[in-house]
């Protein structure tokens, strides 16, 4: 199906099965989104879809297949009518202290290689149709190596960097784009280990600050808001401090 115009109300959320992914589309739908709802749990997504006001639509979709990933997400954007807002969630952590490889490989294949093939899916279809947003969620783990789980906190500098590149390529094109960056702090999901961590933030609350930023054409955010002085101090710090924070403990 051609789309001949841009759906003001679409909205895809990638790795929408569980955690931030799924509160964020439920607070679009809330606010009278029509929400795609993808990742590799298809059941997740039906659920998901039967709960929300608007129209969910399910794609089942695996980042780390960046072929196929970039494919059904044209597809989906073209089921919706067009999309106004794509916000890339899928990502990976796992504590890796051994460096074990096939986790590292894992790690890199889906906050890497898959992020990049659909933020780039994402980019060009908003530059061809004229206008959109692009977000994409690194971590506060950015701004600093980490001993726990060095190649989470290397993947998310890549997704945080290079959404800056992206940023800096609508400017110097005038392309009508806007790619905003959202670095958690500590978020309660199933996939994070945030037991005894502080300023530990709820799902539903870091989805509600994540929308307010997308509304408000933010170019970064992080979230909850308070992680903002954390990562003023991790950038200034030298990287001698960093070792000895890293002996204790681990941003993600």
Same mark, same amino acid.
């Given at each position: 199906?051609? /789309?001949?115009? &841009? @759906?003001?109300?679409?909205v +895809?959320?990638?790795g929408a099965?569980?955690?931030i992914?799924?509160?964020?589309?439920?607070?679009?739908?809330?606010?009278?989104?029509?929400?795609?709802?993808?990742a590799?749990?298809?059941?997740?997504?039906?659920?998901?879809?039967?709960?929300?006001?608007?129209a969910?639509?399910?794609k089942e &979709?695996? +980042?780390?297949?960046?072929?196929?990933?970039?494919?059904?997400l044209r597809?989906?954007?073209?089921?919706?009518?067009?999309?106004?807002t794509?916000?890339? @969630?899928? %990502?990976?952590?796992?504590? @890796?202290?051994?460096?074990?490889?096939?986790t590292?490989?894992? =790690? /890199?294949?889906?906050?890497?290689?898959?992020?990049?093939? !659909?933020?780039?899916a994402? *980019?060009?279809? *908003?530059?061809s149709?004229?206008?959109?947003?692009?977000?994409g969620?690194s971590?506060v783990?950015?701004l600093h190596?980490?001993?726990?789980?060095? =190649?989470?906190?290397?993947?998310?500098a890549?997704?945080s960097?290079?959404l800056?590149?992206?940023?800096?390529?609508t400017?110097?094109?005038?392309?009508?784009v806007?790619?905003?960056?959202i670095?958690? %702090? *500590?978020?309660?999901t199933?996939?994070?280990?945030?037991e005894?961590?502080?300023?530990?933030?709820p799902?539903?609350?870091?989805?509600?600050? !994540?929308?307010?930023?997308?509304?408000?054409?933010r170019?970064?955010?992080?979230?909850?808001?308070?992680w903002?002085?954390v990562?003023?101090?991790?950038?200034a710090?030298?990287?001698s401090v960093?070792?000895?924070?890293?002996?204790?403990?681990?941003v993600d």
């Amino acid at each position: 199906m051609k /789309i001949t115009a &841009m @759906n003001d109300s679409g909205v +895809i959320v990638v790795g929408a099965s569980a955690g931030i992914g799924r509160e964020l589309a439920k607070v679009f739908a809330r606010n009278g989104h029509e929400v795609g709802l993808t990742a590799r749990r298809r059941g997740k997504l039906v659920e998901l879809a039967d709960e929300l006001p608007t129209a969910g639509y399910v794609k089942e &979709m695996d +980042i780390a297949e960046t072929d196929e990933a970039r494919s059904r997400l044209r597809e989906l954007a073209e089921e919706m009518g067009g999309v106004e807002t794509i916000v890339v @969630n899928a %990502g990976v952590f796992f504590e @890796n202290e051994s460096l074990e490889w096939e986790t590292k490989k894992t =790690t /890199i294949d889906v906050n890497v290689a898959g992020f990049t093939a !659909i933020a780039d899916a994402a *980019f060009d279809y *908003f530059a061809s149709r004229g206008g959109g947003t692009l977000v994409g969620l690194s971590s506060v783990g950015a701004l600093h190596g980490g001993r726990v789980a060095p =190649t989470y906190n290397a993947s998310k500098a890549f997704v945080s960097n290079y959404l800056s590149g992206l940023r800096q390529k609508t400017s110097a094109e005038r392309l009508p784009v806007t790619v905003t960056d959202i670095k958690p %702090g *500590f978020v309660d999901t199933e996939s994070a280990n945030v037991e005894g961590a502080f300023w530990v933030a709820p799902p539903e609350v870091a989805a509600e600050q !994540i929308f307010d930023a997308i509304q408000a054409d933010r170019n970064h955010a992080y979230v909850t808001r308070r992680w903002r002085l954390v990562g003023g101090l991790l950038k200034a710090l030298p990287e001698s401090v960093h070792h000895m924070l890293n002996r204790h403990t681990s941003v993600d």
